[in-house]
Every structure is written in structure tokens, then in C-alpha cells.
């Protein structure tokens, strides 16, 4: 279908000035808020804004597994439904899922499940549901980011928060945090995600035209990025207790902590 | 986790409609009147219109997509608008995955009805070339937490992102299609501004804007999508029935709660400057 406008991008993916389209160096992350609690109904939820990325995340469970025969008499299950709104993208999406979309919700399941105690929840699931609402590149790690939050905020006992991030080359440079023109004009994509209790890594793939020596300081540079989201995830989780704290106390906290 | 469920104790249904015998609500409202309302527009980048809506607790975040498509043979000088519905299962413990149930359909259907058959849409002003390319609008609202009436909600939500729309303006030259460098805006496609306001009914009595727990016991709903001062739909659902002179009180209702409404929340204010 003909739209008016055309999808296009430019070649050149730096500026005069050395600085990135949208006036980024090549390790800044895009402006990333997040909150906890926005979803009344779910048992656990957030909501990320990440660049231009909007995206919602509930966690419903432990609950009944439909169909049942998913079910695992030994420990529960992981589900993970990743969707995206079909005004998300430039070109209307087609509002039932695609193989995409099933395959990102697998990826991001896998990453997710090593820090869940599932063997507690024996005949059970977990079920996460992730909206994005409105995509600009490197939404599956905003996504995984976005989907451990709600774990936490659903009380879920968990070893350690997930952080994702994508690192990808453009023009021959390693930059961090891919936007969605640097994603689909660059070189090459590399999402990666981190467990933090073992600090390894629980999510990769990548895409596209690296060097060997290219690959290790994606790596390198990735850890500094999701260091720096991580703390991110912490505060926006600590918040909505500071903020019960306050009202239960009238306002009068001292806490140090925060 | 609110609580819930699919069925609602009798305690709480007891004491539920013995406020409603006295002209009371259990969140304190007369029976006339809305929840809060809350609205954000133009929240999504990627879409040319889009409104994040809130009634209450219940929240639709709707935004607008467009393609160029040929006309139907019969309006050939028209543009089209389609509307759909989600319900997300991130929205409710209500809600299940898979492809849209009859409650979805009926949401969509319904506030579809609403625009359409008022003077809203000046489907014309979406025509590029007669016979050969005219815009196809896709308003898809997503449900994103669901405490009762998500008609109304729905409602607001759609005109708020019509409201709001910014279109990429189109021409036909040397027959291909071209960008003019302006834009359609909201004031340019919207006339009328329909809304549709949902009545709940149990043990025989009426009320508007039914919460989660109303919805849940309620016998029925009588949904009226009003102009200024015209109906320009009805939609009867559930298992109640109405007599002649509820829907005549309810249709005269309907107009005067939709006037003030409009009014109060002032919807022009969302049109976006392109």
C-alpha cells in the first residue's frame, strides 16, 4: 500500500560534528524513564519510555495454565507475549502477531527465565504481556528491560533484575543504544542482555558486519550501558515505595538510602 | 491486584443496589455522573494521531494510521475509516490472548456506528483522485487496563485521536503520488463531534458510566451516541429490557449529559498545528 510519505533514510548517520543524528555521542544512551505499578488490574506491570519507545508490561501469576497441557507437574512455566500496537511502526502493522513478534517473545522468556525460582511453582504459569506502543529501534531490549521490572513489581521472587541493551555499528563506528534509523541504515545489531546475580549474559544476537576486535568492544562497551540502566530499573522501583513511605508517613521520611 | 473476579459475592451485590436504591453509588457518585476523565493526545510518535484516555481506572490508548487505497466503486469521491478494538489480556485477568472476541467486535462496532453515522468524518476532504486514490483511516484502540465501560472511554478516545490526526496531504501528478509538504489536521476532517454515553440497568434501575463491579452484575446496557442534537446510535447488550419510556427518558438524557460533556472536556483543544 502507497503512503505519502516514503521510509527513508540518509547515508551519512553522523553530523558534522562527530555527534549522531539525534545529537547523541556514539555512548550515550537515548533519555530512558521508567515506572512500576501502572497497570491497576495486573498482579505486577511497568511502563518504559525509552527515546521515542513506549512500551507497557503486566505480569499476571502464578495462575492456571491454558491449555492445560502445558502445564509441568515439577516446577511452572515462563510465557512471554511480545505485541506491538499496529500504529507502532511507520507502515500500519497487521494487528494479529507475526513470526517476529512469537520469535522475540521466545528470546526474551529464555532471557528472563534464569532468574525465576520456578521449581517453587510446580503446575503453574507466569505470564508476561509486553505492548509496545510505540517502537524506535531496540525494542526487544527495551522490552526484556522493561518485562524484569514488572517481575519485581509483581513480588515475584527473583535472583536479580534483567537489563538489555542494543549496541550495533554504523558508518564503521560501535555506537550504544541503536536508534531506529541507525537499526535499519547501519551496519550491524547487537542486542545483548544481563542477569545480574551472575553477571552473564542471558540474551544475544546479532545481525549484520563486524570485525572480531569490533565484537569485543561491543562487549565491553555494552557493560558500561547496562550499568547505567540498571540504575535506572533500581530507582524507578524504589520510588513507588518512597512514595507509600511518604504518604503512610505524612511526608516526613528520612531515608538516606534514596 | 484489584480484586477481580468473575463473579461478584452477594454481600457486595446487596449492597451494591441498595445504594443504587438510594440514588447512591458505592464510589460516591450520583447516578448521572461520569468518572474522572483524563486525556493526553497526539502521545505517539509513529502514528499520525493517537489519545491516551482515562475514565476512572479503565484506560484506552488509541492511535491513527493511514494508506492510500482505491474507493469503494459506489463512493468514488470518499475516503474510508475503519475502527478496531483490542482488549489487550495485559488489561484484565478478564481478558484472554487470541483474535477479537465478540466484546472486542461490539466495542469497535459500536463506536464505529457512532462516528459514522454523524456528520464526523468529512470523508471527502480523504479523497486524492476520484476513482483512483482516496485516504483509508485505521483508528485501533488498545485497551490498556479495563475497569468497566470501555464504550465511552472508546468513544472519547477515537475523537480525540481524529481530533488529533496530522496526515501527510497527497496529490496526483504526472500519475504518481506525491507529497504536498502540508498535512491534514484534525479540524480539516472532523465536523461533529458524536459522543456515546453507556447506561447500566439493574433491578430495574438506570445509571450512567458503569464501573467494573456494575458492569459485572448489571442486568444490561443501553450505549446512545448523540450529536448535538440528534441519536445517532443505540446499542442495547446484556439480558436486560427497557420499556419505551426508559429509552425516550434515556435518549433525551443522553443529549443533554452529551452536551455537557462536550463541554466540559472540550475536545478542540486537542486538534495538533502541523
Known sequence: ?258 | MMNIKRVISTIEKNYLINNLKREKRIDGRGLWDYREWKIKSDVITSAEGSADVSLGETRIITGLKYEVGEPFPDVPDEGVCTIMAELLPLASPLFERGPPDEQSIELARVVDRGIRHADCIQTKKLCIKENEAVYILFVDMYVINYSGNLIDAGGISSLVTLISSHIPEGKFEDGELQWTGRYLTGDMIVKELPIVLTFGKIDGMIFLDPSLPEELICDGRLSIAVTENKVTSIQKSGSATFSVDEIKMLSRKAIDLGAKLRKDLDLWQYKTEY
Open chain 1, 1 to 258: 500500500m502507497p503512503l505519502v510519505i516514503k521510509d527513508e533514510y540518509p547515508e551519512k548517520l553522523f553530523r558534522e560534528d562527530g555527534k549522531r543524528l539525534d545529537g547523541r555521542d556514539k555512548y550515550e544512551l537515548r533519555p530512558i524513564k521508567m515506572e512500576v505499578g501502572v497497570i491497576p488490574n495486573a498482579d505486577g506491570s511497568a511502563y518504559l519510555e525509552w527515546g521515542n519507545n513506549k512500551i507497557f508490561a503486566a505480569v499476571y501469576g502464578p495462575r492456571e495454565v491454558h491449555p492445560h497441557h502445558l502445564a509441568k507437574p515439577d516446577r511452572g512455566i515462563l510465557r512471554v507475549f511480545y505485541r506491538m500496537a499496529t500504529f507502532s511502526v511507520f507502515d500500519r502493522k497487521r494487528p494479529a502477531p507475526g513470526r517476529r513478534e512469537k520469535e522475540i517473545s521466545m528470546i526474551i522468556a529464555d532471557c528472563l527465565e534464569p532468574v525465576l525460582f520456578l521449581e517453587l511453582y510446580p503446575g503453574t504459569a507466569f505470564e508476561v504481556f509486553i505492548e509496545v506502543m510505540d517502537a524506535d529501534g531496540g525494542t526487544r531490549c527495551a522490552s526484556t528491560t522493561v518485562a524484569s521490572l514488572a517481575l519485581a513489581d509483581a513480588g515475584i521472587p527473583m535472583k536479580s533484575l534483567v537489563t538489555a541493551v542494543a549496541m550495533g555499528k554504523i558508518n564503521g563506528e560501535i555506537v550504544t543504544d541503536l536508534s531506529g534509523i541507525e537499526d535499519k541504515a547501519g551496519e550491524a545489531d547487537l542486542p545483548i542482555a544481563i542477569t545480574w546475580f551472575n553477571e552473564k549474559i542471558s540474551l544475544l544476537q546479532f545481525d549484520g558486519d563486524m570485525e572480531i576486535e569490533e565484537l569485543d568492544e561491543c562487549l565491553d562497551r555494552a557493560r558500561v550501558a547496562l550499568k547505567e540502566i540498571y540504575e535506572i530499573q533500581l530507582q524507578a522501583l524504589k520510588k513507588k515505595y518512597i512514595e507509600i513511605q511518604e504518604e503512610v508517613s505524612g511526608g516526613n521520611v528520612k531515608n538516606d538510602e534514596h
